[in-house]
């Protein structure tokens, strides 16, 4: 048992100085050795810049801050933090459930690679965004301050090809739209480079899964509830899915079974963050632990998060954030079994 830390990062500025304030934050960390020993020496540079360019530009000032405050070159950053031509990873587990009025979400991988950043970011150039940080620029899960909320949910390496991670299309998502129906047609637009889920939350009601591959990208649409595991269900996507999806399978029908109760947000997010839920995995070693639980009210702009086995939750009000109210933490303590 040890254990883990996630700092959390409050900023706002230009997105060229968000990434140099980021950039000398992280000098001497341990977590750039991590992303050097698992991304590319050198990507097709242009070619990133002409999509991000269509897609986000903003995140070319940030990658080009990030340069300057790691001093390295703009192309060294882009192949060490752009999300883009990212080498396959290995699966990576996540459960969500999305109702009318809330989103609640677990990440399940390994420790060893996790940022351990949990950023508040407002940058004049995009929607002010809070989620935690996943390659640096790329976001694992947010919400943004029009009330969209976005997570990703590994499938498969089926058809990988080079595109854009899926970290970095939920951080383009949320500092682009304001709505799930944005959302989806960007994330239609984005060059995919494997198989993903999102899943879609925003105050208006919508709820939405994408099932996005490198080929196809198709909508589930929800009503009263709905829920986005690790598997395609779409009938045009299955043969995408891994060969074995029966941990996924059951925990699609754990989390039909409790939406069905009709719980408050802080029940759903005590459901999500206990140890001994269904939803709550130790396997750290085999690439399957739980990390950090996030959740959304969308009425009361309401964020609480915690990371695993934390004795202490995150809990404010993203709007008085975003209005110039700092959050008074600064890092969040859990334990890694």
Not at 118 to 135: C, I, M, P
Not at 301 to 321: C, G, K, M, P, Y
Request: aromatic share 10%.
């Amino acid at each position: 048992m040890s254990e883990f830390f996630v700092n959390i990062f409050q900023i706002r500025d230009t997105s060229f100085n968000i990434g140099l304030k980021l950039g000398k934050y992280l000098q001497n960390k341990p977590l750039l050795k991590v992303l050097d020993s698992i991304t590319r020496p050198e990507i097709d540079y242009e070619n990133m810049k002409t999509i991000y360019s269509a897609l986000a530009p903003h995140l070319i000032e940030e990658l080009d801050g990030l340069a300057n405050g790691l001093e390295i070159s703009s192309k060294k950053s882009a192949s060490l933090l752009s999300g883009y031509d990212v080498p396959m990873t290995e699966a990576m587990g996540c459960s969500a459930i999305i109702t009318k009025d809330y989103y609640v979400r677990n990440y399940d991988f390994s420790p060893a690679l996790y940022d351990g950043i949990f950023s508040l970011v407002q940058s004049e150039e995009a929607f002010a965004t809070a989620g935690y940080n996943l390659q640096v620029l790329g976001r694992h899960d947010g919400i943004n301050e029009k009330g969209l909320v976005a997570g990703l949910h590994f499938v498969s390496n089926n058809s990988y090809s080079k595109g854009i991670s899926p970290w970095t299309a939920i951080r383009m998502v949320l500092d682009m739209c304001s709505s799930v129906d944005e959302a989806i047609q960007m994330l239609k637009e984005i060059p995919h480079a494997a198989c993903y889920n999102f899943s879609l939350g925003d105050k208006n009601d919508n709820m939405a899964v994408v099932e996005a591959s490198p080929e196809k990208v198709m909508v589930r649409l929800g009503q009263s509830s709905l829920s986005c595991v690790n598997h395609f269900q779409d009938e045009m996507l299955q043969n995408k899915n891994r060969v074995s999806i029966d941990g996924s399978v059951k925990r699609n029908r754990y989390l039909q079974e409790i939406s069905n109760k009709n719980l408050t947000h802080e029940e759903m997010f005590d459901e999500f963050k206990d140890k001994n839920s269904p939803l709550f995995f130790t396997d750290y070693e085999n690439l399957f632990g739980t990390l950090h639980t996030l959740s959304y009210s969308y009425q009361n702009s309401r964020i609480i998060t915690t990371i695993a086995q934390s004795e202490h939750v995150l809990d404010f009000n993203f709007q008085d954030w975003v209005d110039g109210e700092n959050v008074e933490e600064q890092m969040l303590r859990g334990i890694i079994d």
